[in-house]
């Protein structure tokens, strides 16, 4: 069946399922902020110049910072006055997902008792002093506190975290900045319901959008501790409809409805609101 055309997908949008819980979902910042998660895809210098097909309106580049596995930038989004952080995620997923390292970490002395999956806390580590000072930069230089966050696959593992982080003020350079919004896309589950619970807490407006039969919101697997945060919206098939979740983190009337056995499609992961991700969005 052939795909609508942008403007009536933002029409049916605006027709979707009823809400189940309080959380107000806003589609069309939905629909941009899956182009700026996009972006982080891209060769830097597109980034720089802003000229790939993820590019959208108002978006001042400010850095590209890469190394061998890793890829993030940072600009300004003169429509909401606010850092845009966006970190890639892994561009051969199949292998990603074969490979999670899945066992615990315990990185927070303020609750010892938080799981991190080791992998998703590795590769942030990696990349969490380069994100801070970017990110401090980025607001210096357009003089404002507030930081939207963007990330699909495994560079959404790593925005959750970072905004975790810069809600309880654990990175000394950025105290002074908050979390205007949280936007991840094809999420994994980041940690166990203690995290859950405490990211929760923490007051940050996460916006979990996952897509139909996308396998990557599956692993690593409840059934060994792991847990969602929320606020999940699940979108149908062809990105027509959407439902707003329970706020539970785990609905199973959402994309934990095609759990276990049918949670394995990659094409579901590599499109996101009729948006193509990876370097085939580019």
């Not at 997902?97 to 580590?125: Q, S």
Request: aromatic residues 10%; hydrophobic residues 40%; negative net charge.
């Amino acid at each position: 069946m052939p795909l609508p055309p942008p403007s009536a997908l933002l029409v049916a949008l605006a027709c979707a399922l009823p809400l189940v819980s309080a959380y107000a979902f806003d589609s069309d910042w939905a629909l941009r902020n899956i182009h700026l998660a996009g972006a982080s895809y891209c060769d830097p210098q597109s980034i720089l110049d802003w000229d790939s097909k993820q590019a959208v309106d108002d978006i001042v580049p400010f850095a590209v910072w890469t190394n061998s596995s890793l890829q993030f930038y940072t600009a300004y989004d003169a429509q909401i006055d606010a850092v845009v952080v966006s970190v890639r995620g892994s561009e051969d997923v199949s292998n990603w997902v074969d490979n999670l390292e899945a066992w615990c970490n315990h990185p927070y002395d303020a609750d010892k008792d938080i799981c991190i999956m080791h992998g998703f806390r590795e590769e942030y580590t990696e990349m969490r002093d380069a994100l801070t000072a970017y990110t401090r930069l980025t607001a210096d230089e357009h003089k404002t506190s507030r930081v939207l966050l963007v990330g699909h696959s495994s560079g959404a593992a790593n925005m959750v975290q970072f905004a975790y982080d810069i809600a309880n003020q654990y990175l000394d350079d950025i105290t002074d900045l908050s979390v205007l919004a949280l936007f991840t896309y094809g999420c994994p589950r980041v940690g166990d319901a203690k995290f859950a619970a405490s990211f929760a807490d923490s007051g940050v407006e996460h916006t979990r959008v996952t897509h139909y039969h996308d396998l990557v919101p599956h692993v690593p697997m409840d059934i060994i501790g792991y847990h969602h945060t929320a606020q999940e919206v699940w979108f149908n098939e062809d990105s027509t409809s959407f439902k707003i979740c329970d706020g539970t983190g785990e609905d199973d009337s959402c994309s934990n409805s095609c759990s276990p056995l049918s949670c394995n499609s990659i094409d579901d992961h590599m499109q996101y609101l009729q948006v193509d991700v990876g370097i085939a969005g580019c």
